[in-house]
């Protein structure tokens, strides 16, 4: 499973940090994403990165936020900076993991990131 934190209340131009770890018997993991949905929007993708590969960022990111993974911990962070209010959302990790159930995707419960103005 996965689980996520680091949400919160931040002022316009601040940052937030979100984890998010994968728990289990874990045989390796793909991709690691990060998502979120605004009210009355569709879920996005954010950032992902995986094993072996550069992130990957939306454009409206680009340049502010940074994602990271500890393969060793099997986790993922979201450093996000110069946040803005239109980054309010709720926030989704996301990873493709090989276990010992077979590859599958999981989400975590997500957490609430909202930008004040």
């Known amino acids: 499973q996965l689980q996520a934190c680091g949400g919160g209340v931040v002022q316009a131009g601040g940052s937030l940090r979100l984890s998010c770890a994968a728990s289990g018997t874990i045989l390796s993991i793909n991709v690691m994403s990060w998502y979120r949905q605004a009210p009355g929007k569709q879920r996005e993708l954010v950032a992902g990165?995986?094993?072996?590969?550069?992130?990957n960022y939306a454009d409206s990111v680009k340049g502010r936020f940074i994602i990271s993974r500890d393969n060793a911990k099997n986790t993922v962070h979201l450093q996000m900076n110069s946040l803005k209010p239109e980054d309010t959302a709720v926030y989704y990790c996301?990873?493709?993991?090989?276990?010992?159930?077979?590859?599958?995707?999981?989400w975590g419960q997500g957490t609430l990131v909202t930008v004040s103005s």
């Open positions: 990165i995986a094993s072996s590969s550069a992130p």
């Open positions: 996301y990873a493709n993991i090989f276990s010992n159930m077979g590859l599958r995707d999981y």
